[in-house]
């Protein structure tokens, strides 16, 4: 099984670049979620979607846009990149109940110079 | 995550037990999760703990909870050299967005 698959594993982008970072699961799983991962601020939630259509805003979700068409995949697009969205992106998913564990991507290294 | 705190860092040598503590401040909280990432990796989900039991174990690995004071632990037996990763405790709330909360992680070391 694949699991949660994201593309691509690192991008280099200049200020202002736009860029989409791509999230797949096969598990039939109903919420998928973005987290940025800072040095010394742990996982932090940008965007979620508890299923096909809906979005919705998590913890730090300005300069970034989502969109839910397929319950497989969840992209997260930068729409104008800054150095502070410079950081490790990983993507989770878990079944529709809140209580189960969330299975992560092996996450995106973003540079924006 | 400000709401749930860990320490950053703890080494131990090879064969000795690890304890990983974070505490917590929502008392609604209704899962507490231990996640495991190793360099360039994800996070991997190692074990859970609902917040009406006060222990699980695992093999190697016990959870501790105290609810009362908010704390939460993982301890490692027989720590190994693969053990070496960041360990981040989560809490899930009982909020609309049902989102897991993390700890800033705490870094693992494990001497030989």
């Known amino acids: 099984n694949a699991g949660v698959t994201q593309t691509p594993k690192f991008q280099v982008l200049k200020t202002g670049q736009s860029m989409t970072l791509q999230c797949a699961q096969d598990?039939?799983?109903?919420?998928m979620s973005w987290y940025r991962q800072d040095p010394g601020m742990g996982l932090r939630l940008i965007h979620y979607?508890?299923?096909?259509?809906?979005?919705d805003q998590g913890e730090v979700p300005n300069g970034y846009n989502v969109s839910r068409s397929t319950t497989e995949d969840f992209p997260l697009r930068l729409l104008s990149a800054a150095p502070s969205q410079t950081s490790v992106y990983f993507c989770a998913s878990r079944e529709g109940t809140g209580e189960s564990p969330l299975h992560f991507g092996n996450g995106t290294r973003l540079t924006v110079t | 995550g400000e709401d749930v705190e860990q320490s950053l860092f703890l080494s131990v040598r090879e064969g000795d037990s690890s304890v990983i503590n974070c505490t917590y401040t929502?008392?609604?909280?209704?899962?507490l999760y231990w996640y495991k990432q190793e360099p360039g990796a994800g996070l991997q989900l190692l074990t859970y703990?609902?917040?009406?039991?006060d222990m699980k174990q695992d093999q190697r690995l016990t959870v501790l909870l105290n609810k009362k004071d908010k704390h939460l632990s993982l301890r490692i037996a027989d720590t190994q050299t693969g053990d070496s990763a960041i360990y981040f405790c989560a809490e899930i709330r009982d909020t609309g967005r049902r989102a897991l909360t993390f700890g800033s992680g705490t870094r693992l070391q494990v001497q030989p």
């Open positions: 703990i609902f917040s009406n039991m």
């Open positions: 598990m039939n799983h109903e919420y």
């Open positions: 929502d008392s609604s909280s209704t899962y």
């Open positions: 979607s508890v299923g096909a259509g809906i979005t």
